[in-house]
Every structure is written in structure tokens, then in C-alpha cells.
T-cell receptor, first 113, second 114 residues
Framework: QQPVQSPQAVILREGEDAVINCSSS?????VHWYRQKHGEAPVFLMI?????EQKGHEKISASFNEKKQQSSLYLTASQLSYSGTYFC??????????????FGTGTRLKVLA | NAGVTQTPKFQVLKTGQSMTLQCAQD?????MYWYRQDPGMGLRLIYY???????DKGEVPNGYNVSRLNKREFSLRLESAAPSQTSVYFC?????????????FGPGTRLTVL
């Protein structure tokens, strides 16, 4: 089952903040976040690992609560370039018994000038 | 480095026709994946290959077959195309199956089945 993301869609004005949530019915061992611009392929944003380790390269932060099987992406002082669809990705691994890599349902974000 | 490449970019098929979507990566990655994305929808896993020589079903494998030809190439075959297979198909690769290995995507193949 795909992780469920909320909200499904959000519209912001430049400079406003947004939070995107990713919730899984299965145990999560790490969460990855991606952004997809219209007509393009998804692009990696950030990795979150158990224990709070975070790897990313943009001014976007995130949290990961493995007990609640949830992750949240925080977009602060949004810019026009933040517009797109955001996906959480959930890799499997030895602990889960599968190497499937499943994406969440997606959140469409539009930033207006 | 080209990264992940996919051919063709666009394709129109008639119901019942067959075709193979090609994917190649030049990053020496071990793992490769095929996803489909329907309009306004998320990415659904069709098949994956955790390492060269292995392939496994994803969430929506019916109507598809795959071949991991070598470490670089991973193809997806539609044996008898159906209108429900109209979608954008993305190939992706990862260095490995560790939890910190992210996905790198190809540009996608836009397939229409009439």
C-alpha cells in the first residue's frame, strides 16, 4: 500500500509556509522526499534516516517519526520555484524483507506571486 | 554522464500491439525500477531489479514483463497493450538497496494506447 500524503493539494503565496505529511501503514526505516515539476521527472530533495540523520541539499527541512510511521516536509518562506508535486519515497531493506521502493500519493503545491 | 536514459520518449499503440520500453543507466548502479504515473496520480511500482540477475514484481505488475539485460539496462515489455496502460512510464536507478540510496529518474516515456 502506498503511504498517504496530506494535504492532497495546497496553494500558497510567496513567503508563506507549508507542511506536507507522509503517513505509512507499514514500518518505516527511512523516508526520502522528491519534487516533480510539471512534465518532468521527480528529483531527489532529502533523505531522513532513523536516529534523525538527514541528508539533503536544499533549504527545506523535514522530520521523521519512526514510531508513528510518519514524516513531514517543512517548506518555509516559499518561493515560486517550490511549485510542483511532492512525493515521499519509502525504500525497503533487509529489515522489511523487501527491496520495493514505494512512493506516497503525492501533494500538489502551487506558489503564487 | 547521461544518467538514466529512456527510449522512446513518446509512443502511440493500438490495442493488442506489443512494445518494449528501454532504460539504461551509466552510473554503475545496482538497482533499477519501473514506475507508471497516470495523469494527476502518484508513482506506482511495476517491477524492480534489486541487483543484476534478479527481478521482482512491484505493486502493479499485471500486463508487463521485464528483463534485466545487464547491469546497465532494464527493459519493460507490454505483450498486448490495453487502453488502461496509457500512462507515463519512468525508469529509475539506485546505487544499491541501502536505506540512504535515493532514486535517480529517467525523463519518462509517454505512452498512449488507442
Amino acid at each position: 500500500q502506498q503511504p498517504v500524503q496530506s494535504p492532497q493539494a495546497v496553494i500558497l503565496r510567496e513567503g508563506e509556509d507549508a507542511v506536507i505529511n507522509c503517513s505509512s501503514s507499514k514500518a518505516l526505516y527511512s523516508v526520502h522526499w522528491y519534487r516533480q515539476k510539471h512534465g518532468e521527472a521527480p528529483v531527489f530533495l532529502m533523505i531522513l534516516l532513523k536516529g534523525g540523520e538527514q541528508k539533503g541539499h536544499e533549504k527545506i527541512s523535514a522530520s521523521f517519526n519512526e514510531k508513528k510511521q510518519q514524516s513531514s516536509l517543512y517548506l518555509t518562506a516559499s518561493q515560486l520555484s517550490y511549485s510542483g508535486t511532492y512525493f515521499c519515497g519509502t525504500p525497503g531493506g533487509v529489515a522489511s524483507g523487501t527491496y520495493k521502493y514505494i512512493f506516497g500519493t503525492g501533494t500538489r503545491l502551487k506558489v503564487l506571486a | 554522464n547521461a544518467g538514466v536514459t529512456q527510449t522512446p520518449k513518446f509512443q502511440v499503440l493500438k490495442t493488442g500491439q506489443s512494445m518494449t520500453l528501454q532504460c539504461a543507466q551509466d552510473m554503475n548502479h545496482n538497482s533499477m525500477y519501473w514506475y507508471r504515473q497516470d495523469p494527476g496520480m502518484g508513482l506506482r511500482l511495476i517491477y524492480y531489479s534489486a541487483s543484476e540477475g534478479t527481478t521482482d514484481k512491484g505493486e502493479v505488475p499485471n500486463g508487463y514483463n521485464v528483463s534485466r539485460l545487464n547491469k546497465r539496462e532494464f527493459s519493460l515489455r507490454l505483450e498486448s497493450a490495453a487502453p488502461s496502460q496509457t500512462s507515463v512510464y519512468f525508469c529509475a536507478s539506485r546505487a544499491g538497496t541501502y536505506l540512504y540510496n535515493e532514486q535517480f529518474f529517467g525523463p519518462g516515456t509517454r505512452l498512449t494506447v488507442l
